[in-house]
C-alpha cells in the first residue's frame, strides 16, 4: 500500500571503512545521487533518492566510514555530528542503516552498540553476503536481530536482486519509525574501559551467532602471504606503481591531444569570428587557454583515480599503507599518507583532499605540507621541454635512455624531499611520538563497475570544479596584467614589456639572477603560478618571433641557443620544489581552515626552491654549464 503521507524520509548509511557502503548507495540511489560539501566542513556529502516498494520518498545520505563516533578524523566528525543531530543545517536522519562487510562482524557490532545509544532506530545491512557464504561464513541473522533488538538483513550491493529485503525492511521500518517515539539518546563518548567492554560483547556475538569454518575457504590468507611479504610484497607493490604510471602517461596521451587539438580549434574559431582585439585576446588568450591548460590534464586525473578506486575496491589499497607504514612512518607520516601522496602525483589537489582518512591531526597536516613535493601532472610540460632542449637523447650503459633519467631522477627528488621536510616537521614543529598505524585488513573482492565508474565521475566533476574555476580568474587576471597598460606609440620592443607583467619581471628580476633567471622567465613564473604548465605557454610569448607565438619544438630551439645549461637545470630545480600552483594553496586553506598552514607552505617551499636553484647553478656554472 502506498504511503499516504507526502514526507520525504531520511536515511542515513554509518560503517566502518572498506565494507561496501557507497556499493550499497550506489545501487540504491544510482544517478539519482548528488556530491556537494556539508555546512562548514570541506567534506564531502552524498545524497541519493530512491522510492521504496511502498511509495515512501526516501533521502540517502552517505556518511564517511568510521570505526566509532570519537570524531578523531574531520570524516569521523562529520558521522559523528550527523548521527547526533549537531551538525550545523543538516536536518537529523529519521533511521540509521549500519552496513557491515558480512565477512568480518566485530568492528561493526561494536559500532552497533555504540550507535544504539544515540536513540535513532537502526537497520543492520550484512553486506556481501555472497562473499560469506562463499568462504562458509554463516551468520545466524535472526539470533543477531533478537540479541541487538533491532532487523538484521542481508544484502549483496553487486546485484539488483541483493537489495530487495533491505528495501522491503526501510518500508517497515520508516512507517514504525513515523508512528512511534525515538529513543531517548545517552551517547556519551566512552572511555578506555567502556571500549574494552565493547569488544568483549561484540566478541561474544561473533562467537554466537558466526560459524566461521576453521579452514577458510577463500584465497585470501594465502595471497596476503605473497603480497604482504616484506620484500616480495613492496616489489609486487612497485611493479603495481610502474604499471599504474605507466598507464597514467601512455593511456591519457589520446584523449589529451583530443582535448588540446579541441581548444587551439576553438581558439581559432574564435579569432576567425571576431575582430582583433581586447575580447578576442580575453576569450583566446584568457578564458580558452586557461580552461584548457587544465582540462588537458583531466585524462591522467581520470586514469589514476580510476586505479586508485579500483585497488581501494579491490582490498589491496589497504595492503599498499600496511605495507609502506615502516617507510613513510620513519618520517613521521602515517602508513595511510601513502594514498595522498600517491593521489599527489597526479596532482596536489586530490592528494590534500585525501589527507582526511588521517585521524590524527599532526601527521594530517604533515601529510598535507608534504603532497605538493610529490612530482604532479602539472610539472611534466615544464620538465618535458627543458629536458628536450638540453639533455641529449643518449643512453646510460647502453640500455638506459639518459633523458628518462633525468625524469626519474626529478620524481625521486620529490620524493626524497616530501620525506626529508616530513622528518624536519616531526622533529622541530610536532615534537612527540608517532602514533601506531593500526588498521583492519578487508576481504578481497571484486570491484563493481558502476561503483567505479560513478567514483571516478565524481572525483573528475570535483577536480574540474574546484580546480577549473579558480584558474579560470587567475588566468583572466594573468591576462590583464600581461595586457595592459599596453606599448605607448613608437615603441619598438615587445608589448609585455610595457604591461604590468613585463614590469614586475624586469622588477624581480635582480632577485632572480643569482639563481640563474633572466627577465623572460621571471614574466613566466607569473602566470605560472596560476598553473605550473602555464608557464611554458608564458615563455612561447615571451619569445615571440615576429609577432607570432612558438610552438613548443621552436621555444625549446630558441631556449636551448639563448639559455646555459646551468639556467635551464636551475630552472628544473626550482620546478622541483616551488610553490608555483596558486589552486593547491587555496585548497590548503580550504582543509585546514586557516591562512597559517597554505603561507607556511609558500615559504619553506620558495625558500627550498631558492635555494636548491641557487647550489644547481652556481655548481653547473663552476663545471663549466
Not at 529519521?94 to 561493526?108: G, K, S, Y
Not at 519509525?177 to 566478541?203: K, N, P, V, Y
Not at 613521521?332 to 585525501?354: D, E, K, N, Q, Y
Not at 608564458?538 to 630551439?557: C, I, N, R
Request: charged share 15%; net charge neutral; hydrophobic share 50%.
Amino acid at each position: 500500500m502506498l504511503d499516504t503521507v507526502a514526507k520525504t524520509y531520511r536515511v542515513a548509511f554509518v560503517g566502518n571503512p572498506n565494507c561496501g557502503k557507497t556499493a550499497l548507495f550506489n545501487a540504491l540511489t544510482g544517478s539519482r545521487q548528488k556530491v556537494a560539501n556539508y555546512p562548514g566542513v570541506t567534506v564531502e556529502r552524498k545524497e541519493g533518492q530512491l522510492i521504496t516498494p511502498g511509495g515512501k520518498t526516501v533521502t540517502v545520505i552517505d556518511l564517511p566510514g568510521t570505526y566509532s563516533l570519537r570524531g578523531r578524523s574531520p570524516d569521523e566528525v562529520v558521522t559523528r555530528d550527523a548521527v547526533l543531530g549537531k551538525l550545523r543545517n543538516f536536518e537529523r536522519p529519521d533511521l540509521l542503516v549500519c552496513v557491515a562487510d558480512a565477512t568480518n562482524l566485530r568492528l561493526i557490532l561494536r559500532l552497533v552498540l555504540e550507535v544504539s545509544s544515540t536513540g535513532l532506530p537502526m537497520i543492520l545491512a550484512l553486506n556481501m553476503s555472497d562473499i560469506a557464504e562463499n568462504r562458509g561464513i554463516r551468520v545466524d541473522a535472526e539470533g543477531l536481530s533478537r540479541e541487538l533488538g533491532i532487523p538484521v538483513v542481508r544484502s549483496v550491493a553487486v546485484s539488483r536482486a541483493g537489495v530487495s529485503e533491505l528495501l522491503g525492511e526501510l518500508d517497515t521500518a520508516l512507517t514504525a519509525a513515523r508512528h512511534g517515539t525515538a529513543s531517548a539518546m545517552t551517547w556519551a563518548e566512552r572511555g578506555a574501559d567502556e571500549i574494552r567492554q565493547a569488544h568483549r560483547l561484540a566478541d561474544q556475538m561473533v562467537a554466537r551467532f558466526v560459524n566461521t569454518p576453521d579452514i577458510p575457504r577463500d584465497m585470501s590468507s594465502r595471497i596476503d602471504k605473497v603480497l604482504l611479504h616484506p620484500v616480495a610484497g613492496i616489489l609486487i607493490l612497485l611493479a603495481v606503481l610502474f604499471f599504474v604510471f605507466q598507464a597514467v602517461y601512455t593511456w591519457a596521451g589520446p584523449p589529451m591531444d583530443m582535448i588540446s587539438d579541441g581548444f587551439d580549434a576553438l581558439a581559432a574559431t574564435v579569432q576567425e569570428t571576431l575582430p582583433e582585439g581586447l575580447l578576442a585576446s580575453l576569450l583566446t588568450d584568457g578564458i580558452i587557454t586557461g580552461v584548457g591548460s587544465v582540462l588537458v590534464f583531466l585524462p591522467q586525473i581520470v586514469i589514476l583515480f580510476f586505479f586508485i578506486i579500483l585497488l581501494e575496491d579491490s582490498g589491496y589499497m589497504a595492503r599498499a599503507a600496511f605495507l609502506t607504514d615502516r617507510i613513510v612512518g620513519g618520517a613521521g607520516l602515517h602508513g595511510r599518507s601513502f594514498i595522498p601522496l600517491l593521489s599527489s602525483f597526479a596532482c596536489a589537489i586530490p592528494g590534500v583532499m585525501a589527507t582526511r582518512v588521517i585521524e590524527n591531526r599532526r601527521q594530517r597536516l604533515a601529510t598535507i605540507m608534504v603532497a605538493p613535493l610529490m612530482t604532479c601532472s602539472a610539472r611534466i610540460p615544464v620538465y618535458t621541454l627543458l629536458i628536450g632542449a638540453f639533455v641529449p637523447r643518449s643512453t646510460v650503459g647502453g640500455f638506459i635512455d639518459l633523458q628518462g633519467l633525468v625524469l626519474f631522477s626529478l620524481y625521486l627528488a620529490g620524493i626524497v624531499s616530501a620525506f626529508v621536510v616530513a622528518l624536519v616537521f616531526r622533529t622541530f614543529v610536532w615534537r612527540g611520538k608517532t602514533e601506531p598505524f593500526i588498521m583492519e585488513l578487508p576481504g578481497y573482492k571484486l570491484p563493481m563497475l558502476r561503483s567505479v565508474a560513478m567514483g571516478v565521475f565524481q572525483r573528475a566533476m570535483m577536480f574540474v570544479r574546484r580546480a577549473g574555476t579558480l584558474i579560470l580568474s587567475m588566468m583572466i587576471l594573468i591576462w590583464f596584467l600581461s595586457t595592459f597598460p599596453g606599448a605607448p606609440e613608437g615603441a619598438t620592443d615587445a608589448a609585455i614589456n610595457y604591461s604590468f607583467a613585463g614590469i614586475i619581471g624586469h622588477a624581480i628580476e635582480p632577485v632572480l639572477a643569482p639563481i640563474g633567471f633572466n627577465w623572460q622567465i621571471a614574466v613566466a613564473l607569473i602566470p605560472g603560478m596560476a598553473a605550473r604548465e602555464v608557464a611554458v605557454g608564458a615563455l612561447a610569448t615571451v619569445y615571440a618571433v615576429g609577432g607570432t607565438a612558438l610552438d613548443e619544438v621552436s621555444l625549446g630551439a630558441t631556449i636551448a641557443a639563448q639559455w646555459p645549461l646551468a639556467t635551464a637545470l636551475s630552472l628544473l630545480a626550482w620546478y622541483v620544489f616551488a610553490p608555483q600552483c596558486a589552486p593547491t594553496l587555496a585548497v590548503v586553506r580550504r582543509e585546514t581552515n586557516s591562512w597559517r598552514w597554505p603561507v607556511l607552505m609558500f615559504v619553506y617551499m620558495m625558500t627550498l626552491a631558492y635555494t636548491a636553484s641557487f647550489v644547481v647553478y652556481r655548481t653547473a656554472t663552476y663545471l663549466g654549464g
